[in-house]
């Protein structure tokens, strides 16, 4: 079984490593170009691609344009029988036609629900309960394969986006391989999608993150968790921009927006009800716990946040 696998991010690793432990070592990996990452902006790899060369991969892919047809004759020429991706950019039919036995995808949420670049923080944001993956072979339409195997987890309360992440991405390297083991014994099952039941999840953008404070409590608490620690919740005090990473639901009323209190703890009143604010942050300066950041910012009970 000839495996290419194209992946980039910390989401994908687990899935590589999987596949690599259960005998379907990829022939090739498909990863983003090396970047500038982090403060000191040094040139670094993917994830991907320091897993891939751990692992002994050497054949490596880049693309900087996934529809240049060079990058299709490159795939072609590996003879393919399965492409596996997880988080990768959208590819065109030119690419994962040349396997043999099929493309698949894997996707974080339980489709059709949560199509699209962000289902993780969209379900968080829309409070559910319970998530999962579901892998399916590609189709020139985004997100609307024919299902292979789809696989349930929970949600808590007050878990974050990026802690559902992490999670996800574990649970995801078990339905990779489970995916590429049904395919190369010949058992894979699919069913169609139903396409009345899908739900969108775009790409978030900045102006999204803000919070609505007119909302219920829950509707805020569920927010911020959604966005964090990615891109992160944000609220507007005077002109300064604070980043709200980690809330809890509280008692109080008051008008939405208004800090209830700000002695040893950030309370802040909503549409109806109140969060408690746990962990935020101020521009170029750290995350901090609500009683540390109040010793150094200067934010009393009636100040307005959101305006």
């Known amino acids: 079984m000839r495996v290419v696998f194209m992946g980039t991010p910390e989401f994908a690793v687990p899935s590589l490593t999987a596949l690599v432990d259960a005998g379907y070592p990829p022939v090739a990996v498909a990863t983003g170009p090396d970047r500038p990452r982090g403060r ?53 039919p030119e690419v994962f036609a040349a396997a043999s036995e099929g493309a698949f995808n894997l996707h974080g949420a339980l489709l059709p629900k949560y199509r699209g670049a962000a289902p993780i923080n969209h379900a968080v944001m829309a409070g559910e309960s319970t998530t999962g993956v579901t892998t399916f072979f590609l189709e020139p339409s985004v997100d609307t394969g024919d299902i292979i195997l789809q696989k349930e987890m929970s949600i808590g309360p007050n878990e974050t986006a990026g802690e559902v992440h992490d999670r996800m991405a574990e649970l995801g390297a078990e339905a990779v391989v489970e995916t590429v083991r049904q395919i190369d014994a010949g058992t894979v099952e699919t069913r169609p999608q139903d396409d009345e039941k899908a739900t969108p999840a775009p790409k978030i953008h900045d102006e999204d993150g803000e919070i609505p404070w007119d909302a219920s409590a829950e509707a805020v608490h569920n927010h911020v968790r959604g966005l964090s620690p990615y891109p992160g919740a944000w609220t507007l005090h005077d002109d300064t921009r604070l980043k709200i990473y980690r809330t809890r639901r ?44 109040l010793n150094g910012y200067a934010l009393s009970e009636g100040d307005r946040l959101g305006e």
């Open 250 to 293: 509280a008692e109080g009323t008051g008008a939405p927006g208004t800090v209830l209190d700000a002695d040893g703890r950030l309370l802040v009143a909503c549409g109806t009800g109140a969060v408690e604010v746990v962990v935020l942050q101020q521009p170029g300066r750290q995350r901090l716990d609500a009683a540390d950041f």
């Open 40 to 92: 000191g902006q040094e040139v670094t790899p993917t994830p991907v691609k320091e897993t891939a060369q751990a692992a002994g991969i050497d054949r490596i892919l880049q693309p900087e344009d996934v529809t240049d047809p060079s990058f299709a004759a490159a795939v072609a020429e590996l003879e393919p029988d399965v492409i596996a991706v997880v988080a990768y950019k959208i590819l065109p």
